[in-house]
Nanobody, 125 residues
């Protein structure tokens, strides 16, 4: 499985960006897909994910209120719509996929076997 993340860039605080994660295979019903982010000097942390049955989880209420994870109709691209961006959202965003990820470890980066190269998001104040 190959993953390609795109859509990052520079945004002003309060603005929006939509990240895309295009997979080389159909992921719907087969793989859990998630977004993680890593700021300089920090660990790579879970942001949001979709499990194989379509359930969605978010890392925090703040993320849930501002970000939306979704999939396309074809089942091979997952999006992260980010709104009301804050400077602290600045990071490299990675998408990941795993066929054996279950609901209880959806937020665990070690559960994912496949990773894309990151896309940089910079939010200016």
């Amino acid at each position: 499985v190959q993953l390609q993340a795109s859509g990052g860039g520079l945004a002003q605080a309060g603005g929006s960006l939509r990240l895309s994660c295009a997979a080389s295979v159909r992921t719907r019903n087969r793989y859990a897909v998630a977004w993680f982010r890593q700021a300089p000097g920090m660990e790579r942390n879970f942001v949001a994910g979709i499990n194989r049955s379509g359930g969605r989880i978010y890392s925090t209420d703040s993320v849930k209120d501002r970000f939306t994870i979704s999939g396309d109709n074809a089942g091979n691209t997952v999006y992260l719509q980010m709104s009301s961006l804050r400077p602290e959202d600045s990071a490299v965003y990675y998408c990941a996929a795993g066929s054996s990820v279950i609901a209880s470890n959806l937020a665990n980066r070690n559960a994912y076997a496949y990773w894309g190269l990151g896309t940089l998001v910079t939010v200016s104040s």
